[in-house]
């Protein structure tokens, strides 16, 4: 299993897996604006992956008061917000399952709840597929120009 980055994922007996810690990804000092932007956006989401480092599936799931979130709500949170981009708005295409059964109407942080249900292993397989999906429709994209349909929610997964 490979992370959206490049670095691997090693499994070790039962307590699930150690995450081989990666060097985060370079930002080029000068470079056009979309491998600026793809360059900052993969930083921002390796750092994300990296302070699940170490953790296992109970630390995940602590949150520091006041908030109910914890680190692995927001991965899951952060794994919808790159299909909203880059799915829905991006490519105007519906979102995929797990998001699009979500019921937001009877809980707004659905799919965070729903990464408090998933071994750590699915969280960060699911965080990866949404990256993975995102970087294959930006390298098939002739412009990154015009391309970005906006709205003021998730409107094919219900979300805001």
């Known amino acids: 299993?490979?992370?959206?980055?490049?670095?691997?994922?090693?499994?070790?007996?039962?307590?699930?897996f150690d995450l081989t810690r990666p060097a985060l990804p370079d930002i080029p000092l000068q470079a056009d604006e979309t491998t600026t932007l793809l360059a900052f956006l993969d930083f921002h989401r390796a750092a994300l992956i990296d302070r699940a480092y170490g953790l296992d599936y109970d630390q995940l799931q602590v949150a520091l008061a006041p908030s109910s979130?914890?680190?692995?709500?927001?991965?899951?949170h952060m794994?919808?917000?790159?299909?909203?981009?880059?799915?829905?708005?991006?490519?105007?295409?519906?979102?995929?399952?797990?998001?699009?059964?979500?019921?937001?109407?009877?809980?707004?942080?659905?799919e965070m709840t729903l990464a408090q249900t998933w071994p750590i292993e699915e969280l960060i397989d699911h965080f990866n597929a949404a990256v993975v999906e995102s970087r294959i429709r930006v390298n098939a994209?002739?412009?990154?120009?015009?391309?970005?349909r906006m709205s003021s929610s998730c409107h094919k997964c219900g979300a805001w």
């Open 141 to 148: 994209a002739e412009s990154l120009l015009n391309r970005v």
């Open 79 to 110: 794994a919808l917000v790159e299909y909203n981009w880059f799915r829905d708005r991006f490519a105007n295409q519906a979102m995929p399952q797990p998001w699009l059964g979500l019921d937001f109407d009877s809980d707004r942080d659905a």
């Open 1 to 16: 299993m490979f992370l959206a980055w490049g670095a691997s994922l090693e499994h070790e007996g039962v307590l699930g």
């Open 69 to 76: 979130l914890t680190l692995s709500r927001l991965i899951s």
